[in-house]
């Protein structure tokens, strides 16, 4: 980003079905645990009978612990959507150690595929399944897209440029660059960002198992007989400032965020294309200076689907050519899940923790090498690394695509 502002990130949260908090999540996705399960979903009394998805869920139900920090109940006001949004910016804003009046000013931007499903198909239980005329009072507020921004801004005081980014898988990378571009632009010298989602559903399953994109197995990225994703929930946030702000106030700087790439296919709704992936990632390492880099971790969408992950390998082939083998890659999905919405804030956090320690995690449920995917793959353990950058890709149903670089922090 030559001649713009630096953009440095102070603080980082996380709550994945690896672990209620980021260090948790790191320790388990480097250990190479994986969250994903057979889990029963019960329709309830109007739908079909109870039925069977793999699925990673968040572990426990973190309102107490919240409640607890925050000092007063949160209670039913707030879909798992908004909450989990509200427990990973809390960490984040901890671990950057801001005082509240340094949030007046903040700005608040969350990226989410869709909005609170899980207040949504409850409410349509007891207006279509029990024919009740009335709906929770608080229904709008917890099924809106911008009920997660709105939660973080309230609790904290935060006046600053406050909305949501939607764009399916893509939309917390599109949140990082938006918020990046809002410190660029001088509209905020901090942002608390990242991207929450909670869509695991009855309802909402068996609508992504009708687009066939949901493994019956587990979520095997870049392997063959690779079959599917799995759905996860969760969110990740981070606490993003110019590097002025941070040094005014003496932050500890985590990383800077040095690119941003993004485009759209236009050319298919769940077909990727090639030239599209391959456009926003190089803008990211174009602007962040590491496309001839030889130390670049990449941490792909990686969904396990067939389609997906042949086009991002050829993605990453056609723009680094012979240096692609160079670069180690990871694909912490089949860890943790499809978080849709969440995956870019939470592959941010996760590999800033890899940067951090010098470790990549491995890559899960590995079952031998598709010719169509060939990358230096990390696989069986973590792997002790010697990177300076990590290139966070996300690509969505629709075309829509969002790169992101991260470099560690001078030393």
Not at 231 to 242: D, K, P
Not at 261 to 285: V, Y
Not at 290 to 319: C, F, M, W, Y
Not at 394 to 404: E, H
Request: glycine share 12%.
């Amino acid at each position: 980003m030559s001649g713009a502002k630096r953009i440095v990130v102070t603080g980082m949260g996380a709550v994945t079905p690896l672990g209620m908090n980021l260090e948790q999540s790191w320790r388990a996705c480097r250990a190479g645990e994986g969250a994903i399960r057979k889990h029963i979903m019960t329709p309830g009394e109007s739908g079909p009978p109870p039925f069977e998805a793999r699925l990673a869920l968040v572990p426990e139900d973190p309102t107490p612990r919240l409640e607890e920090t925050l000092g007063r109940k949160i209670g039913a006001s707030l879909d798992p959507v908004a909450l989990y949004a509200l427990v990973a910016a809390t960490e984040a804003i901890a671990h950057a150690g801001l005082e509240p009046s340094e949030l007046a000013k903040a700005g608040v931007v969350f990226g989410h595929g869709i909005g609170g499903v899980h207040t949504q198909e409850a409410g349509y239980q007891r207006f279509f399944g029990k024919r009740s005329a009335r709906m929770h009072p608080l229904s709008v507020p917890k099924i809106m897209v911008s009920a997660p921004v709105s939660a973080i801004a309230i609790e904290y005081g935060a006046h600053g440029p406050t909305f949501a980014v939607a764009s399916a898988c893509a939309s917390s990378g599109h949140a990082l660059a938006q918020s990046a571009i809002l410190i660029q632009a001088g509209l905020a010298d901090l942002v608390i960002t990242g991207g929450s989602e909670a869509i695991a559903s009855p309802g909402c399953i068996v609508a992504w198992e009708g687009l066939r994109a949901m493994s019956p197995s587990t979520c095997r990225p870049f392997s063959i007989g690779r079959d599917g994703m799995a759905i996860g929930e969760g969110a990740a946030s981070l606490v993003l400032e110019s590097s002025e702000h941070a040094a005014a106030r003496g932050a500890t700087v985590l990383a800077e965020l040095t690119g941003f790439g993004m485009s759209s296919d236009a050319t298919h709704w769940t077909q990727p294309d090639l030239t599209g992936a391959m456009a926003a990632m190089r803008g990211a390492c174009a602007q962040a200076g590491v496309l001839d880099a030889r130390n670049l971790l990449i941490s792909t969408h990686g969904t396990g689907t067939p389609l997906n992950d042949k086009n991002e390998a050829q993605a990453i082939h056609a723009l680094f050519g012979d240096r692609a083998h160079s670069h180690p890659v990871i694909a912490t999905k089949s860890s943790h899940g499809h978080l849709i919405g969440a995956s870019s804030a939470a592959q941010a956090v996760l590999g800033l923790c890899a940067l951090r320690d010098q470790a990549a995690p491995p890559i899960l449920n590995y079952l031998g090498a598709d010719p169509d995917c060939d990358l230096d793959f990390v696989l069986g353990e973590a792997r002790a690394i010697s990177c300076e950058a990590v290139l966070i890709n996300s690509f969505a149903f629709g075309g829509l695509n969002a790169a992101v670089v991260f470099q560690a922090a001078a030393a």
